[in-house]
């Protein structure tokens, strides 16, 4: 059987797949190349990450296929439902990168309260002829510790947020549509741990009373965070969107800032991508990356072997 990983797979994905008979295919096909490819080469499973789309109409074209895999959680870019109604066997990997967005949402954080994003701008530019004042433009960096960070949406990604949050000595709110309570475990390298159970707050206090907030949800109908919710959050609120681009309203964000009313923000992920908005990349109190949450050696390997796993147990014959 034929596996077009279309946006890659780890090599131990690869040998996992291999090993079980499987030929995989690591060809990058262009998306209007899709269909053709797919249908000369009799593609059995086709793995994407967000980069590739499975449409119905790709679906209706290609008959051959018969597992849809997305390396990571989120599987707005395939029409997952229309694709089961035909019988075709849709999975994702919900485990294997949650550690690594959680990771990246520190980075930022980290890195917004002392400054780095913006110091790691002037420093190579005038580190040598303002030395002295870049360190007093950049001296009243402030502490994690005793702060209090909003988790929206508490599935997977968001209890791993609050697990490394706890472990720095932050307090945690948390809110979710589904999910009345959670416990997280901090586990230490020398096999002890500590269970501390969340229980979930509505919205509206998590706004008022959060230091920093964290996004993890799915795409919406509407923006998440927008001009209202914005108006209910402290002043000098920090907020990070690992998540989806489109759960932020990006402009109402970039006026708070103005307004002084949001410190900073750290986006991995935007509305228009490939093409982020200039007065987002232009922002020196935003910290950005290219949607790298989930891009670490770590995760992808994970990310190969589970989803080899899941497609030997459902399609080897």
Known sequence: MKILANDGISQSGIEDLQNNGFEVITTKVAQVQLENFINKHQIDGILVRSAT???????????????????????????VDYAIN????????????????????????FGMVRFLHQSNREMPLEGDSKFKDLKKAYALGSELRG??????????????????????????????????SAPISVDFFNGQKITITIE???????????????LHVPVQEDYVIGTKEISKMKTGVGIINAARGGVIDEMALIKAIEKNKVKFAGLDVFEKEPNPEIQLLMNPELSLTPHIGAATVEAQDRIGIELATQIIGLLKE
């Open 200 to 214: 979930t707050i509505d919205l509206d206090i998590l706004l008022k009373e959060s230091d920093f907030i964290s």
């Open 147 to 180: 702060k209090k960070i909003g988790i929206i949406g508490f599935g997977r990604i968001g209890q791993e947020v609050a697990r490394i949050a706890l472990g720095l000595g932050m307090e945690v709110l948390a809110t979710d549509r589904f999910i009345e």
């Open 53 to 79: 789309q499975v449409r119905q109409e790709l679906i209706d074209a290609c008959p051959s296929i018969k597992l849809i895999g997305r390396g990571g959680v989120g599987m707005d870019n395939i029409d």
């Open 86 to 109: 035909q019988g075709i066997h849709v999975i994702n990997t919900p485990k294997a990168s949650s550690n690594s967005v959680a990771e990246l949402v520190f980075a930022h954080l």
